[in-house]
């Protein structure tokens, strides 16, 4: 799985779909430089339906906004990237109807710890890196964490690897965690909420030749 999250233009989605990503993201949050308006949000995600999964990030919501949110953008996957506690994951799930994948900070290893309460509650977890303290986002900042964190999880459960990821290093991070997602914004831009097609299509490119030698490590005796 390639998510290319904070795509803002029909061109960059196009530019994600032709190159192969399997998941789409759409930003709702106003301090982000990948802020999407409802309308601009549902024109974009229109283009999207049965290309790729839409997934539509979401801050902290409030009812009213994941309503408008979900009934604008028709997202395939709700992302939550806040401090949603899992029981909150749990209600958005049921009052959108839809698979929520949530992000979780990491930084140390005692972070990965958080894991456990929302395993088998959420549909998905995203592993990315923790935002730097005063920092004006929560995701999106272009900063990797310390792979060699992963090293002793639990390999049954599939997270998505997220955080500082782009074209260059994408190969090194799937071979070093043996994830089999990875999620990039800032590796992909030319500067903060730009995509560049050329980077997405380099970074799906490196991210697919990894995972296939990861497959065949698997499957070699
Ligand atoms: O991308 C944003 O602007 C953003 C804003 C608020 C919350 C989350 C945000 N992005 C989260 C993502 O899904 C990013 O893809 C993820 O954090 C990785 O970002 P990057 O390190 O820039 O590749």
Known sequence: MIKICGLSTPATLEAAIAAGADMVGFVRFPRSPRHLELEHGRELSALARGRARRVLLLVDPSDRELDEAVAALDP????????????RVA???AR???????ALG??????????????????????????PRGSALPGGNGLPFDWSLLAGLDPRLDVMLS???DPANVAEAIAATRVRA??????V?????????????AFVQAARAAFAAAQQDRTEP
């Open 106 to 131: 990491i930084a140390e290893a005692e972070d990965l710890g958080r894991i456990a309460a929302y395993r088998g509650v959420a549909d998905g977890i995203i592993l990315d890196a923790k935002a």
């Open 163 to 165: 955080g500082g990821l």
């Open 189 to 201: 831009e030319s500067r903060p909420g730009v995509k560049d097609p050329e980077k997405i299509a």
């Open 96 to 102: 959108t109807g839809r698979p929520v994948m949530k």
């Open 91 to 93: 209600a958005i799930q």
């Open 76 to 87: 395939d996957i709700v992302q939550l990237h806040g401090s949603e506690a899992p029981g």
């Open 182 to 187: 990875v999620d990039v914004s800032s590796g």
